[in-house]
């Protein structure tokens, strides 16, 4: 990330404090949900944050992680009965969350949700 004592960094937050009231929070940490680490390779960003609370909310904090979101070649079966109308807002409000997941960080996920 750039150092606060970067000159272009430091003319331009001088332009924008004359231009808006701002205040300089420094070096972001977190931002919508994404977590930003500066790294040796340059930045990382994780949702680890937002997914655990995505998991509590759903209560599934005993999940059990793993490396691949779904096997390959599993085919899924069109379910004969009519769900209630609570599972299924449930149901959309799971892949909702998830979906805030794919945009940011986790283009991985799409094919499973």
Not at 60 to 70: A, L
Request: proline share 6%.
């Amino acid at each position: 990330m750039y150092s606060a004592s970067t000159p272009h960094l430091i003319i331009l937050i001088k332009d924008l404090k004359i231009a808006f009231e701002i205040s300089d929070l420094g070096e972001p940490s977190f931002l919508l949900g994404l977590h930003i680490m500066d790294t040796s390779n340059g930045i990382a960003l994780t949702q680890e944050v937002s997914i655990r609370t995505i998991l509590s909310q759903f209560g599934m904090e005993n999940s059990i992680m793993v490396s691949i979101p779904f096997p390959k070649g599993i085919t899924f079966m069109k379910e004969t009965t009519e769900q209630p109308k609570e599972q299924v807002t449930l149901y959309q409000s799971m892949i909702g969350s998830l979906m805030y997941l794919v945009a940011c960080t986790r283009p991985d996920l799409p094919y499973t949700i």
